[in-house]
């Protein structure tokens, strides 16, 4: 009811009554804040009346108030709202109060809404021209979503050039960011890198966007874009030769098409509408949608590569028929579209390549040349670093090897000692434990054999062995072994493997080619790790550093 009163209160010729509405009208808008103003432009669609009071009291506020951000706000939100004849006004407007802003962010996306209204109306040099302005703000303006919009608008222009493979570049990265951002915006996406799928010739994959496409908007609510796919997709029927599917799909999505006033994906349509039925010989069927394509030129100025071949036809039907003022009309027209091609490929391709492709290669160029100076500071703190460290080893194992050395000289002026004779230790009272003499002789006898016959050489050989070799309690033994021999019995029995192994070392010089493995098997070690391990705590070097000093010193003939 609101919206009907406020309807009347704005109708023209209505006299003093209409004055005093709008004035009533305008009165009831005063004191609303913005948001207000958004949300009623929103839900105004298709009621130009009320669109058009909201946006009156959204731009008198703004502008009373010196806020050209919400003046630039109102035409771009009206912009979507209101009829497509006003849209020009509305862009040029947009970006003046941009402009007036300051706002890099704001100026950006009016070119770019500017070049968006001279791309749907054909103009595709207007269209670049701003769409390049725009890149120039919205690059810096750290603004995503109107990054990804430029690039879809960009990717159209290079679809238009026949630069396939790089809109689908392109408009692979809007689908990837549109995905979870804008259903529309994937949609469109989707549907416009189907068309570059068509023609590099993958078709299939073209057919697999439109199917996705198709369920999408079902499951989005976007009816609107199931004549975009579907026109498509006869498209690829088309080129697969099925011509009657293809007749089918285009006469679907034409309606459509037709009351949107989509002159160009009609002017397409028809275009294949026609190159179907001149397939299946119906001549003059196929040159009344012929026609059509050149109409869309003579209204439109419209027209690109593919759509050349309907003006030939009719030049070759014209001919055929011997209709010479056709014919030569027909020739004219041909040379018309040749000339807007190639003035119109040469301007776009030319400046884009110039303004928007080349600056973008020297600026991966830069980030190519900067990231490789950061390597190269990196290798050579890498490097430094490395240096450093290798000193610090180097001194370091420097150090080691005079310490080995110093161990291997009191290693060797000890050696007159019996490292293997029992060890004289000092009798010391038993601590809660009554062991008889007899027992400690015979322990003390079975010990002796032990280390004569070798038995600590066997594998595996620990307190346990002992015990059941010598027959007596493991727990007698172990005292009586650190008692007498001033060692625990592991430590006892790993002394006397690794002074076997000196030993042999010292006097036997097939010892002196054997690896460590070897030489951990030969003394009864269970792995070469713990035979290393035990030789470096017990003489406080490594095997293979007293093997190299020995054979310096005391080289075997």
């Excluded at 009623?40 to 703004?62: C, E, N």
């Excluded at 951000?69 to 003046?96: C, G, H, I, W």
């Excluded at 000092?426 to 079975?446: K, N, P, T, Y």
């Amino acid at each position: 009811m609101k919206k009907i009163v406020l309807a009347l209160l704005l109708m023209a010729g209505m006299g003093s009554f209409a004055q005093v509405a709008q004035k009533k009208t305008q009165d009831s808008l005063d004191g609303k804040n913005y948001a207000y103003f958004a949300a009623a432009v929103r839900s105004a669609k298709g009621d130009t009346v009320i669109l058009q009071a909201y946006r009156k009291a959204w731009l008198a506020k703004a502008r009373q108030e010196n806020n050209w951000n919400q003046v630039a706000a109102a035409y771009s939100m009206v912009m979507t709202q209101d009829s497509r004849q006003k849209l020009p006004f509305y862009a040029d407007s947009l970006l003046e109060a941009s402009r007036r802003s300051g706002d890099e962010r704001l100026i950006g996306n009016a070119y770019m809404k500017k070049g968006i209204v001279h791309y749907e109306k054909k103009q595709h040099q207007k269209a670049l021209d701003n769409y390049l302005l725009a890149d120039r703000y919205i690059a810096r303006s750290g603004d995503a979503y109107a990054v990804h919009k430029l690039k879809y608008a960009l990717a159209q222009v290079k679809y238009y050039l026949g630069l396939y493979e790089e809109a689908i570049a392109l408009l692979e990265q809007c689908m990837k960011y549109f995905e979870n951002e804008n259903d529309r915006a994937y949609l469109n996406s989707m549907h416009s890198i189907g068309l570059c799928y068509a023609r590099v010739g993958n078709s299939a994959r073209s057919s697999e966007m439109n199917r996705l496409g198709l369920q999408l908007g079902m499951e989005f609510e976007i009816d609107e874009m199931a004549p975009y796919f579907t026109l498509s997709e006869g498209i690829n029927a088309f080129d697969r030769g099925d011509y009657s599917a293809s007749e089918k799909k285009m006469a679907a999505a034409l309606p459509f098409l037709q009351e949107n006033k989509d002159f160009a994906n009609e002017t397409v349509a028809c275009f294949y509408l026609g190159m179907g039925k001149f397939k299946e010989g119906k001549t003059e069927e196929s040159m009344a949608y012929f026609r059509k394509v050149d109409d869309a030129f003579s209204k439109h100025g419209y027209t690109r590569p593919d759509l050349r071949m309907a003006h030939e036809k009719l030049i070759g039907y014209y001919k055929e028929k011997g209709e010479p003022q056709r014919y030569l009309a027909a020739m004219e027209r041909l040379l018309q579209v040749d000339s807007v091609l190639n003035h119109e490929y040469r301007y776009l391709s030319g400046k884009i390549f110039k303004q928007y492709d080349t600056p973008m290669l020297l600026a991966g160029t830069e980030e190519v040349r900067r990231a490789m100076a950061l390597r190269y500071e990196v290798q050579c703190a890498a490097i430094g670093l490395l240096l450093l460290l290798a000193l610090y080893l180097a001194a370091r194992h420097y150090r080691v090897q005079q310490k080995y050395r110093q161990k291997f000289k009191e290693m060797i002026e000890k050696r007159a000692e019996a490292a293997m004779a029992p060890a004289v230790i000092r009798h010391q009272e038993e601590q809660g434990h009554e062991i008889s003499d007899e027992m400690v002789q015979a322990v003390l006898e079975h010990l002796r054999k032990f280390e004569e016959t070798k038995k600590f050489l066997e594998k595996g050989m620990n307190l346990g062995g002992m015990s059941k070799i010598f027959k007596a309690n493991s727990k007698y033994v172990a005292m009586i072994i650190l008692k007498y021999r001033g060692k625990k019995s592991i430590e006892y029995i790993y002394a006397l493997k690794l002074d076997y192994i000196v030993e042999m070392l010292h006097s036997d010089k097939k010892f002196r080619k054997y690896t460590h493995e070897g030489l951990g098997q030969a003394a009864g070690f269970g792995s070469t790790q713990s035979f290393t391990k035990a030789f470096k705590e017990r003489y406080g070097m490594s095997p293979a550093f007293f093997c190299s000093e020995l054979k310096k010193t005391h080289p075997l003939e």
